[in-house]
């Protein structure tokens, strides 16, 4: 079969459609491909090259010195002197220079003319041989030479040690997990019991009480933090309570969460088949046995879809945070720690790439654990309402 008769076959819209959202998804994975690979790099190859030479020799210029009067030798008529520029140090020499303006101005292996007699030979080892017909002096020796060195790539788990150990993104870690687990669950729970209220109980006002919901979908957080903020403080000073506390932030992610919570599960329960409610309630069940037995089950692509949003927008907090936590280092969450890295440490890009990593892995296991159920959630929940 021909290319023009498959073409025709596949059918060239569709064909286009396919490339786009394939060049799309290229798009958007390559920053997370970029920081995994660059989280495992050397910190000195990091800092010379990107991170799509990762997997290839990497070149750099170095400075390298060569060795004194001690080390010189007398070899027939000429002096010299040897050793190994490298010093230890990985890689090959590909080409040196004796000035920092020509570091490639002699192919390794090759025998530099130096002038005066003198002469300088660097090997791909970084082992080199310097010679003159005369004897050497205090201003011909002890030289400083430049070179291209290659080295291999390397890898290392020294990133993520440093990340998980020294600079406190552990604590920080368990922190966000402190924090966005119940302020992930505590909004699903209310919003269910809400959602099904608002669908299958009879009660005055409902009409207006849904359309307060949605009213609040549109409102600005920044608009109403302050003022959650104060009405917190003063509860929490009339009763007792110390403000700073997971307590605080919790309530703080389920009251923004709530509104999309029950607009998205509302639209969702109220599709449900309405012989399956009749039924039940014919039965002698009551609402709240209909609610756990029937409509949580059926629901629960609608649940899943919400947790991901919920859980995505908790985790990526750092407002929030910083207003209902505070910035303590043992209660600091992942978000802030990695900003306070990223002023402390801006030039460690190993670091940071490590801790962007660390941050991403956790969102990124709950969207995959979940996402069969995001677009069938989100559809049902767009298309069904009453």
Do not use: C
């Not at 490339?19 to 050397?42: E, Q, Y």
């Amino acid at each position: 079969m021909s290319i023009g008769n498959r073409l025709a076959r596949i059918g060239l819209p569709r064909l286009i459609i396919n490339l786009t959202v394939l060049v799309v998804v290229a798009l958007w994975v390559m920053p997370t491909l970029g920081i995994f690979v660059s989280s495992f790099r050397d910190k000195d190859q990091l800092t010379v090259s990107g991170w799509w030479t990762a997997f290839s020799s990497s070149e750099r210029n170095e400075p390298g010195r060569l060795a004194g009067l001690d080390k010189m030798k007398q070899e027939g008529p000429l002096y010299v002197i040897s050793g190994n520029v490298l010093e230890g140090r990985g890689g090959a020499v590909n080409a040196f220079g004796t000035k920092a303006v020509a570091p490639r101005a002699y192919k390794a292996g090759t025998e530099a003319d130096l002038g005066d007699g003198i002469k300088l030979a660097i090997n791909s080892d970084g082992t080199y041989r310097y010679t003159s017909t005369a004897p050497f002096t205090e201003d011909n020796t002890g030289r400083r030479v430049y070179l291209a060195v290659a080295t291999p790539p390397v890898f290392t788990m020294t990133n993520y040690q440093n990340v998980l150990t020294g600079e406190g993104i552990g604590q920080s870690f368990v922190n966000s997990l402190t924090v966005a687990i119940p302020a992930t669950v505590i909004p699903i729970l209310v919003a269910a019991f809400a959602a099904y209220a608002l669908s299958w109980m009879s009660f005055k006002g409902r009409t207006l009480l849904l359309a307060a919901v949605v009213g609040l979908i549109v409102v600005p957080l920044q608009m109403s933090l302050i003022p959650l903020l104060r009405l917190y403080n003063d509860v929490g000073t009339f009763l007792g309570v110390p403000s700073k506390t997971y307590a605080g932030i919790w309530l703080a992610h389920t009251a923004f969460g709530l509104p999309l919570a029950i607009y998205l599960l509302r639209n969702y329960i109220v599709g449900l088949p309405k012989e399956i409610i009749e039924s039940a309630r014919v039965d002698g069940a009551g609402d709240f046995e209909i609610f756990t037995k029937i409509v949580l089950p059926l629901s629960f692509p609608a649940l899943a879809s919400f947790a991901i949003f919920q859980f995505l927008w908790v985790w990526n907090d750092l407002l929030v945070a910083m207003v209902f936590l505070g910035t303590d280092k043992d209660k600091l969450v992942l978000t802030g720690a990695l900003n306070a890295l990223l002023g402390s440490r801006g030039g460690n890009w190993e670091i940071l790439s490590a801790s962007a990593f660390v941050s991403i892995l956790v969102p990124l296991l709950v969207f995959f654990s979940l996402q069969r159920y995001l677009v069938r959630g989100l559809l049902a929940g767009s298309v069904k309402g009453g």
